[in-house]
């Protein structure tokens, strides 16, 4: 098992920024992939970044690509999403999430933080 808890979601104004942080615990030697991803109301769940854990590479949605960056710290178990520029569509419940092997889909996520709500104003 492991447990991920997020934090730092709040209300922003458009064009500000926002760093959100994952922290694993648990068996976070098994941890492959961490991916963040978001949920709108009234939308499904979407892929925002997913990075590898062993070498750092990096894939972001188009949406995000240019304005959002993930990275990882490995001696903390913690994986954080830099958000720069924001906008009103950014708004959502943000949440953390691991696989097993690389991939976009949330279906292939195995475990998942309770998410954090990101608010951006326009």
């Known amino acids: 098992q492991v447990q991920l808890v997020e934090s730092g979601g709040g209300l922003v104004q458009a064009g500000g920024s926002l760093r959100l942080s994952c922290a694993a615990s648990?068996?976070?030697?098994?941890?492959?992939?961490m991916g963040w991803f978001r949920q709108a109301p009234g939308k499904e769940r979407e892929f925002v970044a997913a990075?590898?854990?062993?070498?750092?590479?990096?894939a972001y949605a188009d949406s995000v690509k240019g304005r959002f960056t993930i990275s990882r710290d490995k001696a903390r178990n913690t994986v954080f999403l830099q958000m720069n520029n924001l906008k009103a569509e950014d708004t959502a419940v943000y949440y953390c999430?691991?696989?097993?092997?690389?991939?976009?889909?949330?279906?292939?996520?195995?475990?998942w933080g309770q998410g954090t709500q990101v608010t951006v104003s326009s």
């Open positions: 990075i590898s854990w062993s070498t750092g590479i990096t």
């Open positions: 999430a691991t696989a097993r092997r690389w991939t976009r889909n949330n279906d292939e996520y195995d475990y």
């Open positions: 648990g068996r976070t030697f098994s941890i492959q992939i």
